[in-house]
């Protein structure tokens, strides 16, 4: 599975590698795999669908993540992307 959103806190032992990703990366990997928005500001879920041109909801969920899931997080203030991954 693969989220997106703009908090997350790792609450979970784990091997986990993180990795900046450009806007392109984001694209190519929201597209072809699909994802689930949990993203919990209306204001952020429009910037990103502007940013991507793909329409990110604002829909406030927890993460909990699994083997082989992904996150790509938004850093707002910074406008760049990091790709979290579960690796164990």
Do not use: C, W
Not at 14 to 32: A, E, H, P, T, Y
Not at 47 to 71: A, C, N
Request: aromatic share 8%; no cysteine.
């Amino acid at each position: 599975m693969t989220y997106i959103t703009e908090n997350f806190s790792i609450n979970d032992t784990g091997n986990f590698s993180v990795s900046m990703i450009d806007v392109d990366m984001v694209k190519i990997m929201l597209m072809r795999h699909g994802f689930v928005s949990a993203v919990s500001s209306q204001k952020t879920a429009e910037v990103l669908t502007e940013m991507l041109k793909i329409y990110i909801p604002q829909d406030r969920k927890e993460i909990v993540m699994k083997h082989g899931d992904k996150v790509v997080l938004f850093l707002k203030k910074n406008r760049i992307f990091l790709l979290i991954e579960r690796t164990e």
